[in-house]
């Protein structure tokens, strides 16, 4: 099994559709990180959990909302999303936050039509 | 606002070359900074982590240095084989975020 597995890995939707993605760490780990990864640009940090609780909300729409009902699963509701926000949308954990290595899943490649 | 800046952006070198890949970062007040690589369509895999009172770390054939009052990282790769052909991310942590530069692509040809 994986340390940090992500679902689906592949996701098309039309803007008015509700999805969402989901993220499954084994690691024992109690910091969760969603991340947001567009063509020719950095990775972007979207929204950290430590403990279950939301610490970081890095300025990102409100069609974006994430769930994180334990330590090791976390979700990304995604509703009337934009073109804009097709990209690879990766899930990390880390032991905790502050100075600990963050393990990374595969990713979900979404495309909104 | 931390800045992290990657260079160069892509590179081809021939089997068996030794290489460096530079990464800066206009903050230097962090916890630390990892080196991350990433095959096409992946996720990343964490190489090296060097925490910010630290001079560098190494793994096999990859040395990574910090200087953090310069604001610089460097990435070594020795002896370079085509399997190393991935984008290398440089990432520095401050508090509970990864502030990434825009990576490296890399090409090892056999």
Redesign the interface.
């Known amino acids: 099994e994986t340390g940090?597995t992500?679902t689906p890995r592949h996701l098309v939707m039309g803007m008015t559709n509700k999805k969402s993605l989901k993220c499954e760490q084994h690691l024992g780990h109690n910091?969760m990180y969603w991340y947001k990864q567009s063509a020719?640009?950095?990775?972007?940090?979207m929204f950290?959990y430590?403990f279950k609780e939301q610490?970081?909300n890095?300025s990102v729409p409100s069609r974006f909302s994430p769930e994180c009902p334990n330590s090791s699963h976390l979700f990304l509701h995604l509703h009337t999303l934009q073109p804009e926000d097709s990209a690879?949308y990766?899930c990390?954990s880390s032991l905790m936050?502050?100075?600990e290595?963050?393990?990374?899943?595969?990713?979900t490649?979404l495309l909104v039509l | 606002k931390q800045e992290?800046t990657q260079i160069p952006a892509a590179l081809s070198v021939p089997e068996g070359e030794n290489l460096v890949l530079n990464c800066s970062f206009t903050d230097s007040a962090i916890?630390?900074l990892?080196w991350?690589r990433q095959d096409p369509?992946?996720?990343?895999?964490?190489l090296l982590?060097i925490?910010s009172s630290q001079r560098e770390q190494t793994s096999g054939r990859l040395n990574a240095s910090l200087d953090k009052s310069s604001g610089r990282s460097t990435l070594y790769i020795a002896a370079s084989q085509p399997g190393d052909s991935a984008t290398y991310?440089c990432?520095v942590?401050q508090?509970?975020?990864?502030?990434?530069?825009?990576?490296t692509i890399l090409r090892v040809k056999s």
């Open positions: 940090v992500q910091a020719k640009k950095p990775l972007e940090l950290v430590n610490t970081e890095n690879l990766l990390a936050v502050d100075q290595t963050q393990y990374f899943g595969p990713g490649r | 992290v916890y630390n990892q991350f369509g992946k996720g990343l895999t964490s982590l925490q991310l990432a942590s508090g509970n975020k990864l502030v990434f530069g825009a990576g």
